[in-house]
């Protein structure tokens, strides 16, 4: 066996001050679809419309208002990054290990 591309794509579902955001961290040591026009961080906010992508993106014509909301948006994405990265191996991961550990000793028992 030889193994092609390995991707991870992990996802978390957090609220914060009343808000929820989506965030997700895509990597692959080869290409994927996954990975096309994006970076390895998405970060979506749950609105009255449904999900929609935090904007922290905007155009040199944006106004003084559009701007604060962008660099307010653009810090808030960052925070959440950093907690994701921090909460990166909770209890959750170390149990899927301990999971998967004890799946492929169950493999050698067949």
């Given at each position: 066996?030889k193994?092609?591309?390995n991707?991870i794509?992990?996802d978390w579902?957090v ?11 895509t990597q692959?040591?080869g290409?994927t679809?996954a990975?096309c ?5 998405e ?5 009255e419309?449904?999900?929609e992508?935090l904007?922290?993106y905007?155009f ?8 604060k909301e962008r660099?307010?948006n653009?810090?808030?994405m ?5 907690f994701?990265?921090?909460h990166w ?9 301990k999971?998967?550990q004890e799946?492929?000793?169950a493999?050698d028992?067949?």
């Amino acid at each position: 066996m030889k193994l092609e591309t390995n991707q991870i794509s992990r996802d978390w579902t957090v609220l914060h001050e009343g808000r929820t955001f989506y965030v997700n961290y895509t990597q692959s040591d080869g290409q994927t679809l996954a990975l096309c026009n994006r970076d390895n961080w998405e970060v979506w906010e749950e609105t009255e419309d449904g999900t929609e992508e935090l904007d922290v993106y905007g155009f040199a014509s944006d106004g003084s208002e559009e701007k604060k909301e962008r660099d307010e948006n653009f810090e808030l994405m960052k925070k959440l990054i950093r907690f994701c990265i921090e909460h990166w191996d909770n209890g959750f991961m170390r149990k899927i290990r301990k999971d998967l550990q004890e799946q492929k000793e169950a493999l050698d028992d067949l």
